[in-house]
């Protein structure tokens, strides 16, 4: 497989974790909960550690650098996803999120949907540079013998 197919691969399971989440929450009636939003951080990790372990199974890279590089890819493009879904869903679903975000703690008042989008993309842009780096530690040791054990 290859490292193309494993981030894009990895980076759909991130989307649609979040996305399907979302919509239980909807369904539920919490989406106005701020607190459980940050349960997103759960899909990240599975995503880029998917990723990861998909590119040292698969290919047999082992190399540090390489499956950093493919953790946080496998971010930003989840990230960049999750961000045009927003603007679909907020410009022609359901303009009246934004009053769901202002009136939750963590955004405050005087939103505009650029904001938003600016904030939910540095914010998905630094947890895959941090999330690739918690999961390297954890990868960073294994060998192949141990893998196919």
């Given at each position: 497989m290859s490292t193309n197919q494993i981030i894009i691969t990895s980076a759909l399971k991130i989307v649609l974790g979040i996305i399907g989440y979302f919509f239980v929450m909807k369904l539920l009636g919490l989406d106005s909960v701020s607190e459980l939003r940050f349960?997103?951080?759960?899909?990240?990790?599975?995503?880029?550690?998917?990723?990861?372990?998909?590119?040292?199974?698969?290919n047999k890279d082992n190399f540090y650098i390489s499956n950093l590089f493919i953790g946080i890819a496998t971010s930003v493009i989840a990230t960049a996803v999750i961000i045009f879904g927003l603007v679909i869903y907020v410009s022609f679903i359901e303009p009246s999120f934004l009053n769901v975000l202002e009136n939750s703690f963590l955004w405050g008042k005087n939103l505009s949907l650029q904001l938003i989008l600016f904030a939910i993309s540095v914010e998905g842009y630094a947890s895959a540079v941090v999330c690739s780096f918690i999961i390297m530690q954890y990868w960073k040791n294994y060998k192949f013998e141990e893998l196919a054990a």
């Amino acid at each position: 497989m290859s490292t193309n197919q494993i981030i894009i691969t990895s980076a759909l399971k991130i989307v649609l974790g979040i996305i399907g989440y979302f919509f239980v929450m909807k369904l539920l009636g919490l989406d106005s909960v701020s607190e459980l939003r940050f349960l997103n951080f759960i899909f990240v990790v599975w995503g880029i550690n998917s990723a990861i372990k998909g590119n040292i199974m698969h290919n047999k890279d082992n190399f540090y650098i390489s499956n950093l590089f493919i953790g946080i890819a496998t971010s930003v493009i989840a990230t960049a996803v999750i961000i045009f879904g927003l603007v679909i869903y907020v410009s022609f679903i359901e303009p009246s999120f934004l009053n769901v975000l202002e009136n939750s703690f963590l955004w405050g008042k005087n939103l505009s949907l650029q904001l938003i989008l600016f904030a939910i993309s540095v914010e998905g842009y630094a947890s895959a540079v941090v999330c690739s780096f918690i999961i390297m530690q954890y990868w960073k040791n294994y060998k192949f013998e141990e893998l196919a054990a």
